[in-house]
């Protein structure tokens, strides 16, 4: 994961290793360093500049303070900046409300059903909860099937009605069967399409506003960087999410979405995608993905 900005980011640190003491200097060459190495993993310029900005400033000002060496001061100047700038502490979803209601969001292929199910795995595995899977994607059949198939995988049930074209009434139905069958918690899968577009946006503010759901999440594949962020902006403006699933973390991703998110769009990361299996989901703790960065 971040391969390459890992390697860039401790070349970066290096700079300062050997050298007995913090100059103006020496940080700015550093600081320039770890600027390219954040702009390489395709985050957006603006974000690097002021990273390198802040880190800058308190290497400055901390370094009369601390007994750290340089390096190490550095290195964890950064880590901090870093998890700031992944949002700081993790972000759990609610669970409130009987049943309480998700609402998954994203365009299609960004792994949505997949999560869907994985959450619902995810959810199953804690006892308490007793997932439904709905499947709100009304033109295309397969999408339904995709999470016939992942429901049977995890044995969580999935509603779903192919003759239902209207989607806010699906979700209503889906969230009614759960009330009736005993689920207590609902996720509900819904159509993406390949770009954002008008109709789309809209119909999934009609689902949000007529079922008010407790967690709207808004799913989005890692590996498309500034594109991510780019879609991540748009849905917001329309959804005012609650929080953000960054899927597909095990591939060959830059970091960029991971990095720019959270201050694009203000919203938590609350959950990252591993793979394609069902048990591929972690809670997303900032810390523990700047220090995974910073190795
Ligand atoms: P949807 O159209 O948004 O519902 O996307 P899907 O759930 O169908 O996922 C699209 C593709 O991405 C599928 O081939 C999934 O197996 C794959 N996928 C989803 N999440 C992950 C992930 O975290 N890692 C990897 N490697 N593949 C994923």
Redesign the pocket.
Known sequence: MFDNLSEKLDKALHVLKGHGQITEINVAETTKEVRRALLDADVNFKIAKEFTNTVKEKALGQNVLTSLQPGQLMVKIVKDELTQLMGGESEGISLAGDPAVIL?S?????????????LANFLKSKKTKNPLLVAC?VYRPA?ID?LHV?GEQIGVPVYSDKDNKDPVSLAKAGIDYARKNGHNVVII?TA?RLAVDQQMMTEIANIRDAIKPQETLF?V?SMTGQDAVNTAKAFNEVLDFDGVVL?????DTRGGAALSIKSVVDKPIKF?????KMD??DVFYPSRMADRILG
Do not use: C, H, P
């Not at 899927?247 to 591939?251: A, E, N, S």
């Open positions: 998954m994203g365009l299609q292929g960004s792994g949505k059903t997949t999560f869907s199910g994985k994607d999408a995709q992942v899968d993406g799913v594949d899927t597909k973390l095990d591939g990252i995608g591993t793979g394609e591929a989901i």
